[in-house]
């Protein structure tokens, strides 16, 4: 069990989706799920949910899981990027969110995570197609243009939680800025009383290496001092060779940072 105040999400794939792996990492301080339906089939994001709920209820606990919307983005060799003539004409949630929302809804995950969010309108628009009653997921606003930064107070108070995505967030603003996005994002949320979540290539290079690099480990330690509820791991965990150490090595570096903040920081858990 996490020792950690912070807590730890992973990115589940075809290296760490199994009972066996998904037990050792809870087990190493993993605290949240996270699913990314830019990937993967039904059958597949069905069975790492089946296998994440079996290896909690072995060690009884809960572990929530966060379904991550593709949104607006069109695929390029290497990776993605915004389509904005897609959001233009669909707005945020496409034909394909609207499928996949249907089926996270059928598999009750916790969250729902919201990419490309521009503004309020976006979370209302997916707070509308949400049952109310004894199950209401949560949402994550993921912010990752410079749109949602220029609306960001209205974007926190709409959202239940915030993604700072920093990927994408660098493909849209000059790169030299995302540190210090980074730390207003996460001091404005942190007033609102909100979890943040600092996100993606937190410890990239453990995709292939054991051990992540001194640059990792200060990135990851730093966002916690800035005050960081949670931190992701994405490719370490859901294609990386390691995902088991990924884990078991970001709680030991969150735990030595938690000794250097103030008693007095509040965290915000999903």
């Known amino acids: 069990m996490s020792n950690s105040k912070a807590q730890i999400i992973a990115t589940i794939g075809p290296k760490s989706g199994t009972v066996e792996l998904l037990s050792k990492m809870l087990k190493s301080g993993l605290d949240v799920v996270r699913l990314n ?21 072995e060690i009884g606990r809960h572990i929530p899981i966060i379904q991550d919307l593709s949104g607006p983005r069109v695929q390029q060799t290497g990776g993605h990027a915004f389509d904005a003539d897609a959001q233009l004409v669909a707005g945020v949630l ?20 919201l990419s490309y969010v521009g503004n309020a309108r976006d979370i209302d628009e997916l707070r509308r197609k949400l049952p109310t009653g004894t199950y209401t997921p949560k949402i994550i606003a993921k912010i990752e243009r410079q749109e949602a930064l220029d609306n960001l107070d209205e974007i926190i108070e709409s959202s ?4 700072i995505a920093r990927g994408d967030l ?18 404005k949320t942190s007033a609102a009383k909100k ?8 410890m ?10 001194r ?50 920081l509040e965290r915000h858990t999903l």
């Open 170 to 187: 660098g493909q849209n603003i000059p790169i030299e800025q995302v540190p210090f996005v980074e730390r207003r994002i996460i001091m």
């Open 37 to 57: 339906f830019s990937w993967g089939t039904y059958d597949e994001h069905r069975s790492y949910i089946t296998n994440t709920r079996a290896a909690a209820q």
């Open 195 to 202: 979890p943040v979540i600092t996100a993606t290539q937190m």
């Open 215 to 264: 640059a990792e480990v200060t990135d990851v330690a730093f966002a916690i001092l800035l005050g960081s509820d949670a931190v992701m791991l994405s490719e370490e965990t859901a294609r990386g060779k390691y995902p088991v150490e990924a884990v078991a090595i970001m709680e030991k570096i969150l735990v030595e940072a938690e000794s250097y903040v103030p008693g007095s």
């Open 160 to 163: 239940d939680a915030i993604m």
């Open 204 to 213: 990239l290079s453990m995709v292939d290496h054991p051990e992540p690099t």
């Open 94 to 113: 496409t034909e394909k969110d609207l499928r996949d929302l249907e089926f996270g809804l059928a598999e009750q995950v916790e969250y729902i995570a």
